[in-house]
Structures are given as C-alpha cells and as structure tokens.
C-alpha cells in the first residue's frame, strides 16, 4: 500500500471493502477473505503467495 502510494480510502476503493476493514488488516485484526485476496492479487499484481503469506 505505501510502496504504491495508495491511502486506506484509495485501498478501500480499489478492493470493494471499508476503510474500516483495511486497518483491521493492517494492523492485524483482521485477515481478508479469500475474495478479497483474490482482488488485492489482480488488481495490485501482487504475487498470490506474497499476500497468503506462502
């Protein structure tokens, strides 16, 4: 998110999910569903294993 200069909102908006649940993610509260890994994979062209944590 930082590297690509995105805002939680942007994130938000990106993925199809709150700005609420972004920072559940980033700080560890929550992890996404497999929807939504699914997205931040295609969408950010970011290696799937990267984000299942592989």
Do not use: C, H, W
């Not at 909102?9 to 939504?36: A, H, Q």
């Not at 699914?38 to 062209?45: D, E, V």
Request: aromatic share 6%; glycine share 6%.
């Amino acid at each position: 998110m930082y590297k690509m200069n995105f805002t939680q909102r942007n994130l938000s908006e990106i993925l199809g999910v709150s700005p609420s649940r972004i920072s559940d993610y980033l700080r560890g509260r929550s992890e996404p569903t497999l929807k939504v890994a699914r997205a931040m994979s295609q969408k950010l062209k970011i290696n799937a294993d990267i984000i299942l944590g592989v």
